[in-house]
């Protein structure tokens, strides 16, 4: 059973300006369409935004009534980007928070259109949970396996920077590349990070997760997201934690992306080491 908690992202710099008049595009290596899931179920269970500049709405249309209801306007939210602290330095917000979910279904593909200003930059991202996603073998852990295989907690910088093109994902950046401290295969959860800069987006794209990208928000409304894996594991009452082997480091590609141009904060990944591989 192959099991995905999937990140995905879709933007759009220098907006035309209009009420829902610009189109978000996937972001490269991102892609809006559903995939063909198993047995089990999809829904996007988080989703966060920016527009660069101004306030702005968004409205999620997926073709299916029993998803997102109509072809008219789906569903709105509203993005706050004035608040709080100004423009170009709150990055990510919330959009669906709490316990909200949109179900999907396999092979659709939505619109994500927006009402902005014009030369506005707006970044959506959301994460997807597939209970059984094919071709994907992700090593997820639980809480409580994490916690019977601790044997130490580290945390490990990397300096990732984001694109130089507002919304998209910056250069590929290896886990290690910044501080290569983890012990040699050896299997490690990651917890959550901290940062020292607001951005929109953290990802990961590893091995160990089928090739998946994980990751979650960093506005000023999530910078204290040092348990985001762990904290979701408990939300959603499932196993959503990633782990990867140290022997991968190299192959663990950091990158974000922001509303704005090659920011460039330190993160902070805070690790478990474990005893063993989860569920093996």
Known sequence: MGKAFVLSSASKANTTGGTFADSLAANAGDSLSVANFNTGGAKIVEMWGIDSDSVAELEVIYTRPESTHDQQHGVR????????????????HN????????????S?????TVTTTAADDVLVSWV??????????????????????????????CNAVAS?????????RAFNADDDRLHANTWYAILGY???TAITTVSLLGPDWGGQRVGGPAGVLNLDN????WDQSLKWADALIPCFNSNNKGNVLVQIADGEASTAPKLDFLL???????GA
């Open 194 to 196: 901290t940062l020292s």
């Open 77 to 92: 939210f509203n993005i706050p980007a004035l608040l709080p602290g100004g423009a170009a330095a709150v990055a990510a």
């Open 128 to 157: 997807t949970k597939y209970d059984d996603l094919p071709g994907v073998q992700g090593v997820f852990s639980t809480p409580a396996q994490v916690s019977a295989l601790q044997k130490s907690i580290v945390g490990i910088q």
């Open 164 to 172: 130089a093109t507002q919304g998209a994902y910056g250069a590929q």
């Open 95 to 106: 959009l669906l928070s709490g316990y909200g979910t949109i179900d999907l279904y396999k």
């Open 226 to 229: 040092s348990t985001w894996f």
């Open 272 to 278: 478990y080491e474990l005893n063993s591989q989860p």
């Open 108 to 112: 659709d593909i939505p619109a994500f």
